[in-house]
């Protein structure tokens, strides 16, 4: 069974410019997240989608978007990149995203540079 | 005051030994938590949950929960070296969907 995948692997952009991610979660989840990783502030969550709608969001500007595919793909957005945002974006996905189902399987993330 | 804290460490412990992985969290409302491992360079992964008090076995690894407390602890039995690793602890509130609240992990390392 693939897990979870997510493109690119590793981008550069600067200051100014706008980036999407790409999570495929594993097959039969419907639930996805997504988390920044910085070695400052660890793991933070950004938003969770399921069917296609968001159901929760964490605390982060509005430059940071995300939506979700009928397939359960799902794309994160930033857009007006600041040297912040570099950080491992991590997607995460879970079958039902019920509450109290936080087993979540990482993909290897996506290494954002802000230069 | 961050919501879920866990000891600074590193942590460092011979093989064999038992290591002692600890966390505390803030919102009371938090009603389940999970211990996730991370190794450098990869991504997290989940070794350990538990919803109710007291102790929740998996092979060599120990989770004890004391909501009374809001404290969560890991214990790793015959640590190995490739136990060497970064340990999250998160817990999930109980109207959150999909939203994990992490600490900021301890770093372990077992020595041979």
């Known amino acids: 069974k693939a897990g979870v995948t997510q493109t690119p692997r590793y981008l550069i952009k600067t200051r100014g410019q706008q980036v999407t991610l790409s999570c495929s979660p594993i097959?039969?989840?419907?639930?996805v997240s997504w988390y920044q990783q910085t070695p400052g502030q660890g793991l933070q969550f950004l938003f969770e989608y399921f069917s296609e709608t968001q159901r929760n969001k964490g605390n982060f500007p509005g430059r940071f978007s995300g939506r979700q595919f009928s397939n359960s793909r799902s794309e994160m957005n930033v857009s007006t990149l600041e040297l912040g945002d570099s950080a491992l974006y991590l997607c995460?996905?879970?079958?039902?995203?019920?509450?109290?189902?936080?087993?979540?399987?990482f993909g290897e993330g996506s290494r954002l540079t802000v230069l | 005051q961050k919501e879920v804290e866990q000891n600074s460490g590193p942590l460092s412990v011979p093989e064999g030994a038992i290591a002692s992985l600890n966390c505390t969290y803030s919102d009371r409302g938090s009603q389940s938590f999970f211990w996730y491992r991370q190794y450098s360079g990869k991504s997290p992964e989940l070794i350990m949950f538990?919803?109710?008090?007291g102790d929740k076995e998996d092979g060599r690894f120990t989770a004890q929960l004391n909501k009374a407390s809001q404290y969560v602890s890991l214990l790793i039995r015959d640590s190995q070296p490739s136990d060497s690793a970064t340990y999250l602890c998160a817990s999930e509130g109980g109207t959150s969907y999909g939203k994990l609240t992490f600490g900021q992990g301890t770093i372990l390392t077992v020595h041979p």
């Open positions: 995460a996905s879970t079958k039902s995203g019920r509450r109290g189902t936080g087993e979540l399987f």
């Open positions: 538990i919803y109710s008090n």
């Open positions: 097959s039969g989840h419907r639930s």
